[in-house]
């Protein structure tokens, strides 16, 4: 590269503080510049998730509750779930997750077995039918999502996931009645 000059950093004149950085851009405005970037992407990417799963929620003739409670099944198939526990995970009240439970049950999509150390209460079970349903609908997509990322670089990947977590803590710390946190001030030109 000999049509690059190269000065020493000692000798390079000093940049103007107020002056945007050329290279890395350090400066308040050019980090909040890239932070709007990334979190303009990311509802990108939410808006396109939630019409997915939208599209799937149709293809299946289910409300997002019974998807949901279907997901959670098949998260581990093995695991015994009482009624309980899906109301705490959807934040429903026990009947909303009764009739839940009652037309995923009447679809064919789950059963109801008893406890066999409690036979007051049940534990809920997905259908085949319902494993090999989701995975059918949702087998393109997770296919698709796997190539996006199967080739990231290690340290790629490691920065993703750090990022992803640090939403889902921003996000998941958010209460109706919590005040907003201020931002960082940012110099305008």
């Known amino acids: 590269m000999a049509d690059v000059d190269v000065v020493p950093r000692a000798l390079a004149p000093s940049p103007d503080p107020g002056a945007p950085t050329y290279w890395y851009g350090d400066e308040a405005a050019d980090r909040q510049a890239r932070g709007k970037a990334v979190l303009e992407a990311l509802r990108v990417y939410r808006a396109a998730e939630v019409a997915m799963r939208r599209r799937t929620r149709d293809s299946m003739a289910m409300g997002e509750n019974e998807l ?19 109301t705490k995970y959807l934040g429903l009240s026990t009947a ?25 209460s049940i534990f809920i079970q997905v259908t085949p039918r319902a494993h090999a349903e989701v995975r059918q609908t949702l087998g ?31 996000v998941d710390g958010v209460a109706v009645d919590t005040p907003a946190v201020d931002t960082p001030a940012v110099d305008s030109p």
């Open 68 to 86: 949901l409670v279907l997901r959670y099944l098949l998260r581990d198939p093995s695991r015994r779930v009482r009624p309980g526990q899906l």
């Open 96 to 120: 909303s997750t009764t009739a839940i439970l009652d037309r995923l049950e009447r679809s064919g999509h789950l059963t109801r077995a008893a406890n066999p150390d409690d036979r007051r």
């Open 140 to 170: 393109n997509m997770h296919d698709r999502m796997l190539a996006a990322v199967i080739d990231m670089p290690p340290e790629e990947s490691a920065a993703v996931v750090a990022f992803l977590q640090r939403m889902s803590d921003a």
